[in-house]
Every structure is written in C-alpha cells, then in structure tokens.
C-alpha cells in the first residue's frame, strides 16, 4: 500500500514561485513512477508532470514546460514540483500521484493506481 500526502499550496500572485511536496509512505515506490496532475472547477483532470523514482525519467504537459521542475529526494521518500512565473490559469487543486509502471511514461490518470487528496493553488491577477 502506498499512502500519499501533498502540500505547500496556497493563494500567491502572478508571476509568483511555489513548490509543492509529495510525502509517501507505505510499500516501497523504487518501481514506481510519479505524477503530478491538477484539476480546475469544470475542467477534467490533466497531466503536468511525471517522474520514475528508479532513472529519474521526467516528461511535462506542453503547458508547463519550461515553467515547472520536477524533482525527488530519495532519502525523503518525497516528489516536489517547483512551479515558477504562476498564471491565473494555473489555478488548480494539484495531485500526486504514484504508477506502477516506470518504464512506459503515462499521462492518462487512469494509469495511476494511488493519489493524494490534493492541495490547491491559486494564483491572482
């Protein structure tokens, strides 16, 4: 079993940074891959970030790309996404969650078998 816990949204401005962070506990993720995905009021769920935990592989929504890091602390068992130059449209309550295929990069939610309850992030104008 895995167990997910994020944190470190909140309410910022445009143009502002923020990371958020994963806790996992539980069954062990060195065979996992990592996501981050957000969902805004009305909209689907989407992608914005994957990481294996095993190689490090990352893969970003176009969206994002060139904005937001991915990154992992082994030691911690915690995944971050750095976000920088916020939008209001990146306003979103953010997820994490775990895979457990690594060596195929999935976008689709339905690929990921455990989540987080999310934290939400929203950026004013």
């Known amino acids: 079993q895995v167990q997910l816990v994020e944190s470190g949204g909140g309410l910022v401005t445009a143009d502002d940074s923020v990371t958020l962070s994963c806790a996992a506990s539980?069954?062990?993720?060195?065979?996992?891959?990592m996501g981050w995905f957000r969902q805004a009021p009305g909209k689907e769920r989407e992608f914005v970030a994957r990481?294996?935990?095993?190689?490090?592989?990352?893969y970003y929504a176009d969206s994002v790309k060139g904005r937001f890091t991915i990154f992992k602390d082994n030691a911690k068992n915690t995944v971050y996404l750095q976000m920088n130059r916020l939008k209001p449209d990146d306003t979103a309550v953010y997820y994490c969650?775990?895979?457990?295929?690594?060596?195929?990069?999935?976008?689709?939610?339905?690929?990921?078998?455990?989540w987080g309850q999310g934290t939400q992030v929203t950026v004013s104008s």
């Open positions: 990481i294996s935990w095993n190689r490090g592989t990352t």
């Open positions: 539980g069954e062990s993720l060195r065979t996992y891959a």
């Open positions: 969650a775990a895979s457990s295929v690594a060596n195929t990069i999935f976008i689709s939610p339905a690929r990921y078998e455990y």
